[in-house]
């Protein structure tokens, strides 16, 4: 079974401009994920998938793989569905670009998951949250599932409600997500769904459309800090400079 993990790049971000190239402590954001996904045991290969060539020639400098695509797509997913359609691929791994902080056995725990069950279309990952500061933050995507672990919603508000607060929990979704290549293809074929307009959570889709999509839990300690703005940008700086090791 062949996998690839694919990072979406896109220059244009309305918040940070060419935010893939922004200087983390001497290498460039979308160099510091690429580094971190080629630590994966399971991924057959790495690709940057993006629509400028300031962004291919970075990769290129890195002597990482890049792959240029429209600049029309809606998102990342559907630039990752142009970017796998002609390759021999079984599954596809979807690594955020913006996210220099995700961990290699995070990515190996979601690409196990789709290797040991056939029947698992797509799949994610979560976390318990802890900082309850977050909980009704609209930022920060919490997410329930049935018994199964398949699941029943994503929201941008507090879910589940706690009437009561016994073993009450809330887990936040983690933006990296695996597809069996054949199910990514007709996923981004998939028009706007209600919800997923309204929350504009584009996973909503899967749901609605009455698609499973399993979530696990991850074991490992995730720093959740993606890069939206100047201040994440100078949050990351801060966390790498008080690292022993860059």
Not at 128 to 143: A, G, T
Not at 195 to 222: F, N, P, R, W
């Amino acid at each position: 079974m062949k996998v690839v993990g694919i990072i979406p790049s896109r220059y244009g971000s309305s918040r940070l401009p060419g935010k893939p190239l922004k200087d983390i402590c001497g290498k460039s954001m979308v160099q510091r994920v690429y580094e971190r996904a080629k630590q994966s045991k399971l991924l057959d290969e790495v690709i940057v998938a993006t629509d400028d060539k300031r962004i291919v020639e970075e990769v290129k400098r890195f002597k990482g793989k890049a792959v240029m695509t429209s600049i029309d797509h809606p998102n990342g997913t559907s630039r990752i569905a142009e970017a796998v359609k002609d390759l021999d691929v079984d599954l596809v791994i979807n690594i955020q670009g913006d996210e220099p902080f995700i961990r290699f056995e995070m990515i190996d725990e979601l690409t196990g998951i789709l290797i040991k069950d056939d029947d698992i279309l797509m799949a994610t990952l979560c976390y318990e949250l802890h900082d309850k500061n977050k909980f009704k933050d609209e930022n920060v995507v919490k997410v329930v599932c049935d018994i199964h672990k398949n699941a029943l919603y994503f929201s941008r508000s507090l879910i589940p409600f706690p009437r009561k607060e016994e073993n009450y929990r809330v887990y936040e979704h983690i933006g990296i997500y695996g597809y069996r290549k054949s199910f990514l293809q007709e996923f981004v074929k998939l028009d706007d769904t209600p919800l997923s307009a309204i929350e504009s959570l584009e996973q909503l889709k899967v749901l609605e459309c009455g698609y499973k999509l399993y979530v696990a839990e991850t074991k490992y300690d995730y720093n959740a800090l993606s890069i939206d703005t100047q201040e994440d940008l100078e949050e990351a700086r801060r966390i790498i400079e008080n690292r022993e090791e860059r």
